[in-house]
């Protein structure tokens, strides 16, 4: 918890006790679903919690903007972002359910309200629009793109158009001309200065 306070520091005290119970929230349930890697489980606020709010740190989202997290896994970005923007609504889907089951469990027991989550892939969702997809290393630049594109609305409530968000590591050289787009791409070695952060990149796709 203190990596986190040591990078953001108007936290509410409710926002303090949903992130501090996240630990062991997710290292019970990691023992029923393994969402996270063990060897990662202690380091869960470096490396899965203030990793997801890179985002945080560099997208203000208004109240009341809509968010798919493609992919979502155990709840990552979604569930750090969904306690840092209280006013903005989450919707988490994955196609494996179990996983969701870790969500939902992990959202009720912080009293989070913000969030929704639908067992489904996102190229399979058809009624829905929102303002930005964010994923975490679920698939190619490519792929996600494919996919958030015909989820994103046209009109903008944001200071950033609409678009895609997503956490990626590594060489991106050739993800990124396979995608035939153009993200803007930041380094969050520039964020935070931990060597896990090392070759961590975030990257926007405007709709």
Known sequence: MDILQKYFADFTEKQIQQ???????????????????????????????????????????????????????????????????????????????????????????IGLQN??????????????????????????????WFWSKPLLKKLNKNEIPNGLICLKGGDLAEEISDSTVRPKVSSLEDLFEEDFFQQKYILYVER
Do not use: M
Not at 27 to 42: H, L, M, P, Q, T
Not at 83 to 105: G, R
Not at 129 to 134: G, S
């Open 19 to 109: 992130f501090i119970a996240l630990q062991a929230l997710y290292e019970d349930w990691n023992g029923k679903i393994n969402v996270i890697s063990r060897k990662d489980i202690s380091g869960l606020y470096e490396r899965h919690v203030l990793h997801s709010l890179a985002i945080a740190a560099t997208v203000e989202f208004r109240p009341g903007t809509e968010i798919i997290d493609i992919g979502c896994g155990g709840g990552f970005p979604g569930i750090p972002l969904a306690i840092f923007f209280p006013s903005v609504q989450f919707h988490l889907v994955d196609s494996i359910n179990k996983k969701l089951t870790v969500v939902n469990e992990v959202a009720s027991a």
């Open 115 to 144: 969030i929704t989550t639908q067992h489904a892939r996102a190229e399979s969702i058809k009624d829905r629009k929102f303002d930005f997809a964010v994923s975490r290393a679920v698939a190619p630049l490519k792929d996600l």
